[in-house]
């Protein structure tokens, strides 16, 4: 069993930055991939950023490759997402997943974190 709790979450001005983290209990954080996911209002999820379980390995949507940063650390068994550059558009609740299996459907799911970018 893996627990994911997500924080840094907030209200942003347009063109600012935040760091969201993903902490995981657990022993075996560094056998999943990890994932950050997001969902707007009247929106379906969409998956933003991937990190392979050694980390060397990584992935982004379109809408956010080059703003957009995943990394972890498994001694801390914590994945980040820093978001810079952010636009009204990424307004949305952010989770962070954890999969051994593909993104199709994700082993382990947080609770979300509000991302606000006002304009």
């Known amino acids: 069993q893996v627990q994911l709790v997500e924080s840094g979450g907030g209200l942003v001005q347009a063109g600012g930055s935040l760091r969201l983290s993903c902490a995981a209990s657990?022993?075996?954080?560094?056998?999943?991939?990890m994932g950050w996911f997001r969902q707007a209002p009247g929106k379906e999820r969409e998956k933003v950023a991937s990190i392979s379980a050694s980390g060397g390995s990584t992935s982004y949507a379109v809408s956010v490759k080059g703003r957009f940063t995943i990394s972890r650390d498994n001694a801390k068994n914590t994945v980040y997402l820093q978001m810079n550059s952010l636009k009204p558009e990424d307004t949305a609740v952010y989770y962070c997943a954890a999969s051994r299996r593909g993104w199709l459907n994700p082993d382990y799911w947080g609770q979300g974190t509000q991302v606000i970018v006002s304009s």
């Open positions: 657990g022993r075996t954080f560094s056998s999943y991939s």
